[in-house]
Protein backbone atom coordinates (compact mmCIF):
# COMPACT_ATOMS: atom_id res chain seq x y z
CA UNK A 1 0.00 0.00 0.00
CA UNK A 2 1.24 3.41 -0.47
CA UNK A 3 -0.03 6.66 0.88
CA UNK A 4 1.84 9.65 -0.89
CA UNK A 5 1.67 13.11 1.08
CA UNK A 6 -0.70 15.44 -0.62
CA UNK A 7 1.79 18.50 -0.19
CA UNK A 8 1.61 22.10 -1.59
CA UNK A 9 4.41 22.01 -3.79
CA UNK A 10 6.70 19.25 -4.93
CA UNK A 11 9.16 17.52 -2.78
CA UNK A 12 11.61 14.40 -3.67
CA UNK A 13 9.47 11.23 -3.64
CA UNK A 14 11.12 9.79 -1.07
CA UNK A 15 10.26 12.13 1.74
CA UNK A 16 6.27 11.99 0.50
CA UNK A 17 6.10 8.00 0.27
CA UNK A 18 7.55 7.69 3.67
CA UNK A 19 4.60 6.74 6.06
CA UNK A 20 4.24 5.16 9.45
CA UNK A 21 2.03 1.44 8.84
CA UNK A 22 1.43 -0.43 11.24
CA UNK A 23 0.24 -3.59 9.07
CA UNK A 24 3.52 -5.71 8.49
CA UNK A 25 4.26 -8.65 6.69
CA UNK A 26 4.98 -11.21 9.54
CA UNK A 27 6.86 -13.41 6.85
CA UNK A 28 9.19 -11.03 6.06
CA UNK A 29 13.16 -11.30 7.07
CA UNK A 30 15.33 -9.02 6.16
CA UNK A 31 18.89 -9.93 4.93
CA UNK A 32 21.69 -8.23 5.97
CA UNK A 33 21.97 -6.34 3.76
CA UNK A 34 18.88 -4.25 3.83
CA UNK A 35 19.79 -4.04 7.67
CA UNK A 36 23.64 -2.97 6.58
CA UNK A 37 22.07 0.07 4.54
CA UNK A 38 19.76 0.97 6.91
CA UNK A 39 23.03 1.82 9.40
CA UNK A 40 25.01 2.88 6.32
CA UNK A 41 21.90 5.98 5.51
CA UNK A 42 22.27 6.48 9.87
CA UNK A 43 25.82 6.72 9.51
CA UNK A 44 26.08 9.63 7.09
CA UNK A 45 23.49 11.92 9.26
CA UNK A 46 24.63 15.56 10.26
CA UNK A 47 25.85 16.10 13.67
CA UNK A 48 27.25 19.04 15.87
CA UNK A 49 31.15 19.00 15.61
CA UNK A 50 30.47 15.46 13.49
CA UNK A 51 30.48 14.30 17.00
CA UNK A 52 28.09 11.62 15.88
CA UNK A 53 26.14 10.84 19.08
CA UNK A 54 24.51 7.94 18.33
CA UNK A 55 24.18 4.28 18.51
CA UNK A 56 21.72 1.46 17.65
CA UNK A 57 20.79 -1.80 18.75
CA UNK A 58 19.28 -4.30 16.38
CA UNK A 59 16.95 -6.71 17.12
CA UNK A 60 16.10 -9.42 14.46
CA UNK A 61 12.92 -11.14 14.11
CA UNK A 62 15.17 -14.08 12.90
CA UNK A 63 15.84 -14.21 16.99
CA UNK A 64 12.64 -15.25 19.21
CA UNK A 65 14.77 -14.81 22.18
CA UNK A 66 16.01 -11.56 22.14
CA UNK A 67 13.05 -10.60 19.28
CA UNK A 68 10.72 -11.33 22.61
CA UNK A 69 12.87 -9.50 24.68
CA UNK A 70 12.60 -6.44 22.85
CA UNK A 71 9.15 -6.52 22.38
CA UNK A 72 8.33 -6.93 26.00
CA UNK A 73 10.25 -3.71 26.23
CA UNK A 74 7.49 -1.88 24.41
CA UNK A 75 4.12 -0.30 25.44
CA UNK A 76 1.16 -3.21 24.87
CA UNK A 77 -0.40 -1.31 22.00
CA UNK A 78 2.99 -1.17 20.36
CA UNK A 79 3.74 -4.82 21.13
CA UNK A 80 -0.03 -5.72 19.25
CA UNK A 81 1.49 -4.67 15.63
CA UNK A 82 5.36 -4.87 16.08
CA UNK A 83 5.56 -8.13 16.18
CA UNK A 84 4.94 -8.36 12.87
CA UNK A 85 8.04 -6.36 11.92
CA UNK A 86 11.38 -7.68 10.75
CA UNK A 87 13.40 -5.49 12.78
CA UNK A 88 13.40 -3.58 15.59
CA UNK A 89 16.05 -0.85 16.38
CA UNK A 90 16.69 0.77 19.28
CA UNK A 91 17.94 4.31 19.06
CA UNK A 92 20.37 5.82 22.02
CA UNK A 93 21.56 9.25 22.03
CA UNK A 94 24.67 10.07 24.25
CA UNK A 95 24.09 12.84 26.84
CA UNK A 96 27.86 13.83 26.41
CA UNK A 97 30.27 15.03 23.49
CA UNK A 98 33.03 12.39 22.46
CA UNK A 99 35.45 14.82 21.56
CA UNK A 100 35.65 16.55 24.88
CA UNK A 101 33.76 14.81 27.43
CA UNK A 102 31.17 17.76 27.68
CA UNK A 103 27.35 18.03 27.90
CA UNK A 104 25.60 17.82 24.25
CA UNK A 105 22.43 19.57 23.80
CA UNK A 106 22.42 18.63 20.68
CA UNK A 107 23.12 14.80 20.79
CA UNK A 108 19.55 13.91 20.71
CA UNK A 109 18.64 16.24 18.06
CA UNK A 110 21.61 14.41 15.69
CA UNK A 111 20.25 11.21 16.84
CA UNK A 112 17.07 12.24 15.85
CA UNK A 113 18.32 12.69 12.42
CA UNK A 114 20.11 9.46 12.30
CA UNK A 115 16.87 7.82 13.00
CA UNK A 116 14.86 9.81 10.00
CA UNK A 117 17.59 8.54 7.28
CA UNK A 118 16.85 5.20 8.42
CA UNK A 119 13.28 6.04 7.99
CA UNK A 120 13.96 7.32 4.53
CA UNK A 121 16.47 4.49 3.69
CA UNK A 122 13.72 2.02 4.37
CA UNK A 123 11.45 3.80 1.90
CA UNK A 124 13.79 3.77 -0.68
CA UNK A 125 14.17 -0.19 -0.56
CA UNK A 126 10.27 -0.59 -0.66
CA UNK A 127 10.28 -1.45 2.99
CA UNK A 128 8.67 1.29 5.78
CA UNK A 129 9.64 2.57 9.36
CA UNK A 130 7.20 2.87 12.40
CA UNK A 131 8.86 5.31 15.30
CA UNK A 132 7.31 4.76 18.26
CA UNK A 133 7.68 6.52 22.20
CA UNK A 134 5.94 3.91 23.80
CA UNK A 135 8.46 1.97 25.42
CA UNK A 136 9.96 1.51 28.60
CA UNK A 137 13.39 2.86 29.39
CA UNK A 138 14.53 1.30 32.03
CA UNK A 139 13.57 -2.16 31.13
CA UNK A 140 15.01 -1.37 27.08
CA UNK A 141 18.80 -0.28 29.08
CA UNK A 142 18.68 -3.42 31.34
CA UNK A 143 17.76 -5.63 28.45
CA UNK A 144 20.45 -4.55 25.85
CA UNK A 145 22.84 -3.83 28.58
CA UNK A 146 22.81 0.21 27.19
CA UNK A 147 25.80 2.48 29.47
CA UNK A 148 24.32 5.49 31.88
CA UNK A 149 25.25 7.77 29.38
CA UNK A 150 23.09 7.10 27.09
CA UNK A 151 19.45 8.12 26.55
CA UNK A 152 16.86 5.79 25.15
CA UNK A 153 15.33 8.25 22.17
CA UNK A 154 13.04 5.60 20.88
CA UNK A 155 12.24 2.18 18.89
CA UNK A 156 11.81 1.84 15.55
CA UNK A 157 9.20 -1.21 13.82
CA UNK A 158 10.87 -1.98 9.94
CA UNK A 159 9.12 -4.76 7.72
CA UNK A 160 7.53 -5.07 4.58
CA UNK A 161 3.96 -3.57 4.81
CA UNK A 162 1.49 -5.91 4.73
CA UNK A 163 -0.82 -6.29 1.12
CA UNK A 164 -4.03 -4.42 1.45
CA UNK A 165 -6.11 -7.30 0.76
CA UNK A 166 -4.37 -9.30 3.86
CA UNK A 167 -5.65 -6.66 5.87
CA UNK A 168 -7.67 -7.52 8.83
CA UNK A 169 -11.20 -5.43 9.63
CA UNK A 170 -9.09 -3.28 11.93
CA UNK A 171 -5.95 -2.97 9.91
CA UNK A 172 -8.06 -1.81 7.02
CA UNK A 173 -9.69 0.88 9.16
CA UNK A 174 -6.26 2.40 10.58
CA UNK A 175 -4.23 2.08 7.85
CA UNK A 176 -6.39 3.72 5.52
CA UNK A 177 -6.89 6.54 7.37
CA UNK A 178 -5.78 9.67 5.13
CA UNK A 179 -2.56 10.96 6.43
CA UNK A 180 -2.79 14.55 7.83
CA UNK A 181 -0.50 17.11 8.66
CA UNK A 182 -0.91 20.82 9.89
CA UNK A 183 -1.43 23.33 6.94
CA UNK A 184 2.35 24.68 5.58
CA UNK A 185 1.76 28.61 6.42
CA UNK A 186 1.06 26.89 9.96
CA UNK A 187 4.84 26.02 10.96
CA UNK A 188 6.97 29.03 10.01
CA UNK A 189 7.53 32.50 10.24
CA UNK A 190 9.26 35.04 8.56
CA UNK A 191 11.72 37.17 10.63
CA UNK A 192 9.87 37.42 13.71
CA UNK A 193 7.61 34.61 15.43
CA UNK A 194 4.13 36.15 15.17
CA UNK A 195 1.20 36.21 17.96
CA UNK A 196 -1.85 33.71 16.08
CA UNK A 197 -5.36 34.95 17.23
Known sequence: MKKVANTDVEIDALISQRWSPRAFDSDYIMNEIE??????????????????????????????????????????????????????????????????????????YDSGAAAENICLQATSLNLHAHQMGGFNERKTKVLAKIPSEYDVMSFIAIGKCLKENEYNDEQAKREKMPRKRNALEEIYFINEWESIG
Open 35 to 108: IKSLLEAARWAPSCYGDQPWKFIIFNKSNATAWAGALNCLAVGNQDWAMNASLLIVVCAHQLFNHNGELNRWGQ
